[in-house]
C-alpha cells in the first residue's frame, strides 16, 4: 500500500517529481503516475487502484492542476471518502498563486509559493503527525542523517544495470564496490606484505559520514536544510566511474593488452574538455535508470554546475576525505603487527604533501577550523603519534572537539574492494 496519492497536471510534472523524491527519501511510499503506470496499463484502472490504496491524496496546487479534469476527478473520489469516514485524507499543496476549488479552499494548505523547503517542512510535519506504521517513521522518533540518507539512495541503485556488449549487464552498486579508489590503488600496490584497497563506494560512504560530523560544527544551516540533496550529491557524484573507471577492464585482452588499452583510453580521455567526459558518461548511465533515480543524478548534475553552499561544502568533504582515510588506514592497521608505519606514511606522503586540498577548502571559503583540521591532518608527523598513541586525538592539536574528530576517523570501518561477479571469461577453445 501507498501512504501518499501525488494528484497533479501532466504540466507540473518536473516539480511533482521533485517532491516525490523527496518525500521518498524521507522513507514516505509514493504513488505517482510516471512511477506506476508502464506502457500498455490501463490508465485509469491503475489510478483507481492507485487511490483506492492510499492513505492520503496531496494535490499540487497550480493554474494547470485546477483546470485538469483528471486532476479534479482525482481529489473529489478522496474528498468524498473523507467525508464517510471522517478522516484527514485529502491534503492540499499551493504551488502557485492559483483560484482554490470550493471543496478544499476551507483546509490549511502547505505553502509552497515561495519556498519549496517550507512548503515540504510543512507537510511532513501533517505527515509525522500520523500513525503511518512502517512506511514512515515519525519526525520526533527517528533523525535522518546524511549516512542515512545517501545509503538510501545507493539502496535505491542495487537493481541498476547497464547493458553492455560481451559483458552483459553491468550492475552499478556491485561496480562502485569492486572499483578502487586509483590514488591508494597506485601507492600501496607492491607494499609487503599487501593491504587492501578501499573501494569507491567507501569513498561515497565516507564523504557522508564527514558530513555527518563536520557540518553540525561548520554550517549547521546546511546541514539542517540540505541533507537530502547533499546525500543525492555524494550518491551520485562518482557514478560515473562505473564506466570511466575501469573502461579496459570489460574487454576480453589479455594483462598487456589491457594496459595499453588503459593508456590509449586514458589519452583519448585527456583530450576532451574538462568536464565532457563525465557529462556524456552521466547522460549514457541516465538512459538506464529509473525514473526517481534519473532525477536524482539530474538534481546532482545542476547542484555541481551552480556555485551553491551546498556545492561548496561537497566539494571541501569530496577533497579532504583521502587524508582521513589515511588515518582511518592507520586506525584499523595498527593492531597489525606486520603493518610497517613508515613504509606505509612513505608511500602516503603524496596525501600529506598535496596542496590542493588546502586549496580547495580556503577556496570555498570555509571555516579557519576547517584549515586548521586539514593542516593537522596532513601532518605525517602527527599521523605517526596517533600510530603510537591515538590520545593524540585528544589533545588540543584539533580545534573541534576530541569525541568529533575521533569519530571523524574512528567512527567508521574501510569498505574494500570486492570481486566483480560480472567479470567475463575468456571463451573456451574446442
Request: proline share 4%; hydrophobic share 40%.
Amino acid at each position: 500500500m501507498k501512504t501518499l496519492f501525488l494528484s497533479h497536471s501532466s504540466r507540473d510534472k518536473a516539480a511533482v517529481e521533485k517532491l516525490a523524491s523527496e518525500l521518498r527519501g524521507r522513507d514516505i511510499s509514493v504513488w505517482l503516475d510516471e512511477w506506476e503506470i508502464d506502457v500498455g496499463d490501463s490508465i485509469t484502472e491503475k489510478v483507481q487502484q492507485g487511490l483506492k490504496e492510499a492513505r492520503f491524496v496531496a494535490v499540487w496546487l497550480t493554474a494547470h492542476a485546477v483546470t485538469d479534469g483528471w486532476v479534479t476527478r482525482e481529489w473529489q473520489t478522496m474528498v468524498y471518502q473523507e467525508t464517510m469516514s471522517k478522516q484527514v485524507v485529502v491534503l492540499p499543496l499551493l504551488a502557485e498563486e492559483c483560484e482554490i476549488p470550493t471543496f478544499l479552499s476551507d483546509k490549511k494548505y502547505a505553502d509552497f509559493r515561495l519556498s519549496f523547503r517550507d512548503g515540504f517542512a510543512s507537510l511532513m510535519r501533517t505527515l509525522s503527525r500520523q500513525n503511518l506504521h512502517e512506511t514512515a517513521v515519525p519526525a520526533h522518533t527517528k533523525f535522518f542523517t546524511v549516512g542515512d540518507h545517501t545509503r538510501g539512495f545507493l539502496k535505491d541503485l542495487e537493481d541498476a544495470q547497464i547493458p553492455l556488449p560481451t559483458i552483459g549487464n553491468l550492475k552499478i552498486i556491485n561496480s562502485l564496490k569492486a572499483l578502487p579508489r586509483s590514488g591508494k590503488l597506485l601507492r600501496l600496490e607492491g607494499m609487503a606484505p599487501r593491504l587492501p584497497i578501499r573501494s569507491v563506494y567507501d569513498h561515497l560512504l565516507s564523504i557522508a559520514h564527514s558530513a555527518d560530523c563536520l557540518l553540525p560544527l561548520l554550517d549547521p544551516e546546511i546541514y539542517e536544510g540540505s541533507r537530502i540533496d547533499l546525500a543525492r550529491v555524494i550518491a551520485y557524484h562518482d557514478l560515473c566511474e562505473v564506466i570511466l573507471g575501469d573502461i579496459p577492464q570489460y574487454t576480453r585482452l589479455n594483462r598487456a593488452k589491457r594496459n595499453r588499452a588503459r593508456v590509449s583510453a586514458e589519452i583519448r580521455l585527456s583530450q576532451m574538455k574538462a568536464g565532457d567526459p563525465e557529462r556524456i558518461t552521466n547522460r549514457f548511465i541516465a538512459m538506464f535508470l529509473q525514473d526517481s533515480e534519473r532525477y536524482s543524478l539530474q538534481r546532482m548534475v545542476e547542484i555541481m554546475a551552480g556555485d551553491s553552499a551546498l556545492k561548496r561544502a561537497f566539494y571541501v568533504l569530496d577533497k579532504i576525505d583521502p587524508i582521513i582515510a589515511v588515518w582511518r588506514y592507520i586506525h584499523s592497521f595498527r593492531i597489525d603487527q606486520s603493518f610497517k608505519i613508515d613504509e606505509f606514511l612513505t608511500r602516503m606522503r603524496h596525501f600529506f604533501e598535496n596542496p590542493r586540498v588546502r586549496l580547495a577548502v580556503r577556496e570555498m571559503g570555509s571555516d579557519a577550523r576547517m584549515l586548521q583540521l586539514v593542516a593537522h591532518l596532513q601532518d605525517p608527523s602527527k599521523a605517526r603519534q596517533y600510530y603510537e598513541d591515538s590520545s593524540l586525538l585528544q589533545d588540543q592539536l584539533f580545534i573541534f572537539p576530541e569525541g568529533e574528530v575521533r569519530k571523524l576517523v574512528e567512527g567508521r570501518k574501510l569498505e574494500f574492494t570486492v570481486s566483480r561477479p560480472y567479470r567475463t571469461r575468456q571463451p573456451r577453445t574446442v
